[in-house]
């Protein structure tokens, strides 16, 4: 049987709602500066965190033409993604889970149908999907992994990540590791840590954290891998600013690091690279009994386009997400 389409009822599509769909608003030229570091602290004899920082690029090449070259000019577009993951476990298994976690994340995106360079309210939306599915796809892999090996039954993995197009940050967590926003001489934590402790805070069974017991607060609830099938992938959207800074780290250093002692670090304005020597130094002085890693991603716009009405944001509060 055949089904004709009435026209008149189909919904009007104006050319602006195309050019919205398919180009969506400029993306301002950003100027990222990175370190991480990661130590084995010292206590463990391995370290089970891993962390990566990878620039995905579009370009466009003039190839042959007779225009003048200035009427073509070579552009291109750069969007980050960084990642920290404190693998658990025992042995080398969480070594092993926090490996994989990173390698599953970098084959998805390698085969993604589509890479987001644009930030417009419907790209905005199917990054924290594609953030979500993420999750969910990797914590498949580890379980599929663990099923084939016994021997590594039982490893997971925290993990929290960072996906950024120009001044928009896009956030997927999962567990206690934890992720940043360091502005104007102000630290604010943009993820919760899935602990037993953070639950019971929550469901206003203990005052604070610092109320419960080390096992409560060190006692994960959600995680990839491990021995459930679910995962809650937390996400996040973040608009940044001209000199925001956001730092991605373990647990490794929040246990041994005091939040005021990461704020005087970062309010130093020092090098990302050099920021993250002192603060894996400074969990090292404080004890270093857990592996620590840290990634910190510094934000800037070119003088020419560090407006007032751009500056104006730094007073804006970070856009949430679900």
Partial sequence: MSHVIDEDTLP??????????????????????????????????????????????????????NLPARLLPQVAEDAYGMA???GIGGSAFGEIASML???????????????????????????????KLYGQLINRALLERAE??????????TI???????????????GDSRAYLFRDGSLERLTRDHTLAE???????????E????????????????????????????????????LLCTDGLTDMVAEAEITRILGRQIRPDDACHELV????????????TVVLAAYGLPAENNRPSVSDRSNARPASGS
């Fill in 84 to 86: 920290v993951a404190d």
């Fill in 148 to 157: 084939a090996d016994p021997r590594l039954s039982g490893m997971g993995t």
């Fill in 12 to 65: 009007e599509v104006t050319t602006e709602d195309l050019v919205a769909k398919y180009f969506g608003p400029t993306t301002p030229q950003v100027q990222v500066d990175f370190g991480a570091m990661s130590h084995p602290g010292k206590v463990r004899p391995n370290n089970e965190d891993h962390y990566s920082v990878v620039r995905r690029r579009r370009s466009r090449d003039v190839l042959f033409t």
């Fill in 211 to 246: 109320a419960a017991s080390r096992y409560m607060r060190n006692m994960l609830v959600n995680c990839l891998g491990g021995r459930t099938k679910e995962v809650d992938v937390e996400v996040n959207h973040v608009q940044l600013a001209h000199g925001d800074r956001l």
């Fill in 101 to 131: 976690a990173l390698r599953t994340g970098w084959d998805l995106t390698t085969n993604a149908f589509k890479w987001h360079f644009k930030a417009s309210e419907r790209e905005a939306e199917e990054v924290l999907e594609m953030l």
């Fill in 199 to 209: 639950e019971m805070v929550e469901a206003g069974v203990i005052p604070n954290v």
């Fill in 281 to 292: 130094d400074l969990a090292l002085e404080h004890g270093g009994k857990d592996n620590v």
């Fill in 160 to 174: 929290t990540a960072a996906y950024t197009i120009g001044l928009d940050a896009f956030i997927g967590h999962v």
